[in-house]
């Protein structure tokens, strides 16, 4: 839609609100860094020009400075409305992309090998029938076919549960679905979430090379002794052994080696299990494997109602601290990548805030978030949008948080006025819908962030 | 990670700005405009320039990668600037660098007749800058290939042999008629026009050959109308600097008009000299040459004088053929 406000004339400008300023005379005597966060642009200026662009003195500050300033939107138009700015870029551009790109989440089963204290799901037997896939499967064609002559490529998602205990439904529904992509030109990607104890190298290679998983994330809760007491079978047993050894397999092979597929390890921290990540560290070093993988933390977080965070509870501001630890640790044996450290510019939260993007259980629930399926304080709730079995054309675009953009100035958040809005989205609008204040942790750790940004150039100049 | 990531998150994390080591400086001519009048332009001036140059780039950076929407947010923030305010000495180009960036727009919205109206525009605009600057010329040679792009869109095959003919006329011997051109070009030095014509070359081959939007048949009729234009059999570019492009051009014309002893006698004497000349030049003559070489069999390639220069070159353009050729 082309404007029609009015022209802008003597036009003057203003400091952005969405900057983070860090300095430390310690580590960077002559400089400091500007971080805008409306492009996730880091620049490192001379001290010498910190009061100008304090008292927005921009007739004090050479041209090159005033250009670099501007383009990365840390100096703005006087008139502008930055968070109106920003929420505006973000809903187009997620218009743009709900034009080319679907997503969808499958969770295929309610089952799961492990008990670990801190999931808010019910598990039980139920896989999701044929019935159901074929629903599922109509239902994505749909979405396809409402789109079909801008779209390019569907993504999906495979969660659980435990996904790999509803194998027969993963490899039916990629099948149709693979094929339907195929013969409509459309580019087809899947990854899973999985605690990988079923995850051999057969299957790996299966899921792979014939059904196009690409894609991996195996949560590991630190050495045998922390996972084991974390991410135990329900019997009780260990499964920190089969997981590692399927891991170990895997990384060491040749498909893998052939870079047909990645696999991220997240490590869910709380109080309990935070320093023996460092000994899980070491022990994928020793194994050959930490190079070959990406390695993420999150903390423990509450699911549902099940108040997992209070339990051996981490607060943010040492999360933030043990973050970087682990990344200094990282660095220690050189696979840290500084690229990965400063948050970029997010025009998207999460797929809740996609036009089209749903999740599906293993009974045809319709939601639009993962963490709703098989977690008995949602159960007919306002995040379900219904069920396919019921109503194969059920509409959830009103589903709660899909207007989270919308909401931002009047909800009851402190986005509006973060000033890491622009990078973070909000982070969870699920979290903020369930009562919890999901910041990430970048709030808390980005000047570490951006010196040890600084400090591996520097490595990286010495080497 | 890098490859997939847009004009903005490129800038993240790569730039520093410091003035005792600098390295910021853009070649992007109108920013080279606003160091020209650095001296004549306040600083209020500078930086309304400065942000009406970044907003068309964003502009132009989602547009680019068909993002409608988001694009459309800045192009309204850029017809909002009041341009009438700007010093005259440097007004037309700011009005080339808006109606460069407008007929992108329509470009992208299938609206070429309109596109086509405001590259003209920004070719009028780019003239008039040019006899104030002289280093507005050059940009002229852009917005000709842009020009081209868009018949090239409209299937326009004649429109698009003579807008091709037109610009290589200019880069090799000088030859500026008509109103997209303007006699400023003589002035450019041959490296300037090396680099142009690398430039426009690359683009047009991969535009015409690799997206293929007219099929082979009248692709051939393309560059042979095109090169014919500019009288490649009865001529040469006195520059020694331009003489192997033009060399270059001249062997793949031979193998478009059926001269499959010509074609392959030059690439003999001259096969050395092929690393030096644009990309998709490069890869034309070899795919040209693999194609008569397994059709007439008059060529083993694996025994070809140049095997190992060719073969590397092979790989870097990613031909296939040759090989399964080694592999046998």
């Given at each position: 839609m082309l404007s029609k406000q009015k022209p802008r004339t003597n036009m003057k400008f203003k400091l952005s609100q969405y900057i983070h300023i860090s300095k430390d005379e310690d580590v960077m005597p002559d400089a400091f860094y500007l971080y805008a966060t409306r492009t996730g642009a880091a620049i490192e200026i001379e001290n010498i020009y910190y009061d100008y662009i304090h008292n927005q003195e921009w007739e004090r500050l050479p041209n090159n400075i005033v250009e670099a300033l501007m383009q990365a939107e840390a100096i703005v138009p006087f008139d502008e409305n930055e968070l109106d700015t920003i929420i505006k870029i973000n809903q187009e551009n997620i218009k743009d992309n709900d034009k080319r790109f679907l997503s969808f989440t499958i969770q295929p089963t309610a089952n799961c090998q492990l008990g670990c204290h801190y999931c808010g799901q019910k598990h039980s037997k139920d896989v999701s029938t044929n019935q159901t896939n074929l629903a599922i499967y109509q239902r994505i064609i749909s979405k396809i076919e409402e789109i079909k002559t801008t779209i390019k490529q569907v993504s999906i998602s495979w969660y659980g549960g435990e996904p790999l205990t509803g194998l027969s439904s993963i490899e039916e529904l990629s099948k149709l679905l693979i094929d339907y992509c195929d013969q409509n030109d459309i580019a087809y990607e899947a990854s899973m979430v999985t605690n990988a104890l079923s995850l051999k190298m057969s299957t790996f290679l299966k899921l792979v090379n014939k059904y196009k998983v690409t894609s991996f994330q195996i949560t590991i809760d630190g050495t045998a002794e922390f996972h084991d007491l974390r991410r135990m079978l329900k019997t009780g047993g260990p499964s920190f052994d089969i997981i590692f050894k399927n891991l170990k397999d895997i990384v060491h092979s040749e498909a893998y080696a052939a870079k047909k597929a990645h696999i991220g390890i997240r490590s869910n921290v709380d109080g309990q299990n935070k320093e023996n990540i460092f000994d899980l560290v070491d022990m994928m070093h020793e194994n050959g494997i930490l190079d070959k993988v990406s390695f993420n933390l999150a903390p423990i977080h509450d699911w549902g109602d099940n108040g997992a965070s209070k339990i051996n509870g981490i607060s943010k501001e040492e999360f933030a601290m043990f973050e970087i630890d682990i990344w200094l640790k990282l660095h220690s044996y050189g696979i840290l990548k500084k690229g990965n450290l400063i948050p970029l510019r997010q025009y998207n939260v999460c797929m809740v805030a996609n036009s089209s993007s749903e999740v599906y259980d293993a009974y045809g629930n319709v939601s639009t978030c993962w963490e709703v399926p098989y977690t008995p304080v949602y159960e007919n709730s306002e995040y379900y949008a219904g069920n396919l079995l019921e109503n194969p054309n059920l509409d959830s675009s009103n589903v709660v948080m899909r207007d989270w953009f919308e909401k931002i100035p009047t909800n009851d958040t402190w986005c509006k006025t973060c000033k890491f809005f622009p990078v973070c989205g909000g982070s969870c609008p699920k979290h903020w819908e369930s009562g919890t204040v999901p910041c990430p942790s970048f709030k808390q750790n980005i000047d570490e962030r951006l010196f040890l940004t600084k400090y591996l150039s520097l490595d990286t100049q010495i080497a | 990670m890098y490859t997939d990531m847009n004009f903005l998150d490129k800038f993240t994390n790569t730039h520093t700005y410091k003035t005792k080591s600098d390295t910021s400086s853009s070649y992007h001519v109108f920013i080279k405009m606003l160091n020209y009048y650095k001296e004549q332009i306040s600083v209020s001036e500078y930086m309304t320039l400065y942000f009406f140059h970044n907003t068309s780039e964003k502009c132009l950076s989602f547009l680019r990668r068909k993002d409608l929407n988001t694009g459309v947010i800045f192009y309204n923030d850029l017809i909002r600037i009041d341009r009438t305010t700007f010093p005259a000495y440097l007004s037309a180009g700011v009005e080339a660098n808006f109606y460069a960036c407008d007929a992108y727009f329509d470009y992208v919205e299938h609206r070429y007749d309109e596109s086509i109206e405001k590259l003209q525009s920004a070719i009028k605009y780019t003239i008039q800058q040019s006899y104030s600057m002289d280093e507005f010329a050059s940009s002229l040679y852009e917005l000709n290939l842009n020009l081209l792009r868009v018949y090239i869109k409209e299937k326009s095959f004649e429109k698009t042999a003579l807008k091709l003919s037109e610009i290589l006329s200019s880069l090799f011997f000088s030859e500026n008629n008509g109103s997209h051109f303007d006699k400023k070009l003589n002035n450019l030095d041959d490296d300037e026009r090396l680099i142009w014509l690398n430039h426009v070359i690359n683009n047009v081959i991969f535009s015409i050959s690799e997206l293929n939007p007219f099929g082979l048949e009248v692709q051939k009729q393309i560059y042979i109308n095109a090169l014919k234009g500019i009288g490649i059999s009865t001529r040469s570019p006195n520059s020694d600097k331009l003489k192997n492009v033009y060399s270059k051009l001249k062997t793949i014309f031979y193998y478009l008009i059926g001269e499959d002893a010509i074609f392959l006698d030059r690439i003999d004497k001259d096969?050395?000299?092929?690393?030096?000349?644009p990309f998709y030049v490069r890869k034309q003559i070899l795919s040209y040459f693999l194609a008569l070489s397994t059709t007439t069999n008059q060529e083993n390639i694996v025994n070809h004088v140049n095997y190992l220069n060719f073969s590397s070159i092979l790989k870097e353009h990613n031909l296939q053929v040759y090989e399964m050729e080694l592999s046998n």
């Open positions: - | 096969f050395s000299s092929l690393g030096t000349v």
